[in-house]
């Protein structure tokens, strides 16, 4: 039997193009996400191949053990704060992240921050994919390999064979895509302990090769003080970035959340876990110094220099695990739901999510995975400023201006009486604070990509920073702007789906 909010919610005159199945608050029956079972989808997304080359990226520009082991976990706790924040109103309500952000930025507005944290999305499953399509070409003949299908070809940016392991990689993916949500949460509670153990399988292996850590504890930085604080502000928004993704769109998945505190302690544990995960990063790739005399970042070729038929299927079929987990959960979810929200009477969770599997073949990922400077201080970093400010808009428009009371009705009304209809349904007071928040990094990412050669220094400071300068300036001026409007919240409406939970 429904509940009485459910069969509420249902006898409301919602607008069709304003909702569908995928878009519809969870009613208590859907509400099955334990915090063993959310912690789990964290380990499933921590334990890949990019969380790794991240690490890795560290000790490539100079960083020493200790310091990129502090330098992720600091970002990780900054950003557990707008995570569980974020989280709260996706359980409270049962919406996901396109409804929670037409509470902000309008109901019609909210295509714009939602297509911006999709086009984040695209590119990360291009990336994952990729990833996935070297563990494939690893696998194959030596023979092949050296063919005349492995040469480069340049209008392409890499060799065709590479490119059609890529394409098998991304074909395979869209099986579990098919499941939806169900069959996203049971690949991950399975995958995490299978995770766990190859990663320590990894971890022991390194330490006998190369007769323990003494090396990586010894590795010192080869930085001067000031060239460690020029790569340690653009390292932790990079790191930062890394999951300001997810920061965004968690709703997607704490909507699915038993109560507040599953939410709150499954995503506790993610500090601790890309912590851990780094230290094995940091560590293998230190040790592959001693064992191999020169230091190797990405973790798939350092499979290719492992040798053994048996161990590199294995450490093929983990890499291929660790690399879907993270995939669907982080890459399609949000992509798949922005494009529902834009059009509920077309898009299925389905077709968006082989949309995004599209365009992040157009992303290119092959050319952002070229060296560790364009992997963080151009692709993390950059994206950051767009992320930052659409973060804050939402946090301060939930918590400061609607004191987390939200309408359910006005949220699916186009009705210009609604809380959240705004001006023709858009929020101009987010849409000029998400603008005004991300120009000034502008600059800095056009000197980045080599289109502008010469800035003046503070927007090369303003770029490194990217994600807490646009955070607070985008924060700051739309509540400065909403307050100058005198806007109030007079709906106050409080419809959970569930009751409050500790």
């Known amino acids: ?16 193009t304003l909702i569908n199945d995928d878009l519809r608050p969870t009613n208590p029956d859907q509400r099955t996400f334990s915090g063993l079972e959310m912690a789990s989808l964290w380990v499933g ?29 600091a970002a990780n706790i900054i950003l557990l704060v707008p995570l569980v924040l974020t989280g709260h109103p996706g359980t409270r309500y049962g919406i996901s992240f396109p409804v929670l952000a037409r509470s902000s930025f309008g109901i019609r507005g909210a295509h714009i921050p939602t297509l911006l944290r999709a086009l984040v999305g695209c590119g990360w499953y291009g990336i994952e994919s990729w990833i996935g399509g070297e563990a494939i070409f690893l696998l194959l003949p030596k023979t092949i390999k050296e063919s005349f299908f492995s040469q480069p070809v340049s209008w392409l940016g890499t060799s065709p064979l590479e490119f059609a392991c890529f394409i098998a990689f991304w074909l395979a993916q869209l099986g579990i895509v098919w499941k939806g949500i169900d069959g996203i949460r049971d690949l991950e509670k399975y995958s995490a302990p299978i995770l766990i153990l190859l990663t320590s399988c990894l971890l022991i292996w390194s330490y006998i090769k190369a007769g323990g850590f003494s090396h990586m504890l010894s590795l010192s930085s080869r930085l001067s003080s000031s060239e460690f604080w020029s790569l340690f502000f653009p390292s932790l928004t990079a790191n ?24 709150i ?27 191999f005399g020169n230091v190797i970042s990405n973790p798939i070729q350092l499979l290719g220099q492992i040798g053994g038929v048996f161990t590199k299927i294995i450490a093929i079929l983990g890499i291929s695990l660790a690399t879907i987990t993270t995939n669907i959960a982080a890459n399609v979810v949000a992509p798949a739901n922005a494009l529902v929200n834009l059009s509920p ?53 939930y ?68 994600w ?28 959970p789906l569930l009751p409050d939970t500790p």
């Open 265 to 291: 302690i499954g995503q506790s544990g993610l500090p601790i876990f890309m912590g851990a995960f780094t230290f094995v990063g940091l560590a293998v790739t230190s040790s592959t110094e001693v064992i």
């Open 345 to 397: 009477s077309y898009f299925t969770f389905r077709k968006g999510a082989i949309l995004t599997a599209l365009l992040g073949i157009a992303f290119q990922p092959w050319r952002l995975l070229q060296s560790s400077e364009s992997f963080v201080n151009t692709w993390l970093v950059g994206y950051s400023a767009l992320l930052g400010p659409i973060g804050s808009i939402i946090l301060v428009d």
């Open 468 to 495: 807490f300068f646009s955070f607070f300036l985008a924060g700051i001026l739309y509540w400065l702007i909403s307050y100058l409007k005198g806007r109030q919240n007079n709906h106050q409406l409080r419809t």
């Open 399 to 466: 918590y400061l201006i609607q004191r987390t009371n939200l309408s359910i009705k006005d949220l699916y009304s186009s009705s210009p009486g609604g809380a959240y209809y705004y001006s023709g349904g858009f929020n101009l007071a987010a849409i000029v604070a998400l603008i005004i928040g991300i120009l000034p990094v502008i600059p800095g990412f056009l000197q980045k990509v080599q289109i502008l050669s010469t800035i003046p220094n503070a927007f090369i400071i303003i770029y490194n920073n990217a």
């Open 240 to 263: 930062i970035s890394f999951w300001a993704t997810l920061a965004l769109n968690i709703p997607d998945f704490t909507r699915y959340a038993k109560s507040q505190r599953d939410q």
């Open 1 to 16: 039997m429904a509940s009485s909010s459910q069969l509420q919610f249902d006898d409301l005159d919602s607008d069709p």
């Open 45 to 73: 997304l921590v334990v890949g191949v990019p969380s790794y080359y991240l690490a890795g990226s560290l000790v490539d520009l100079g960083m020493s053990w200790w310091q990129g082991i502090a330098t992720v976990v």
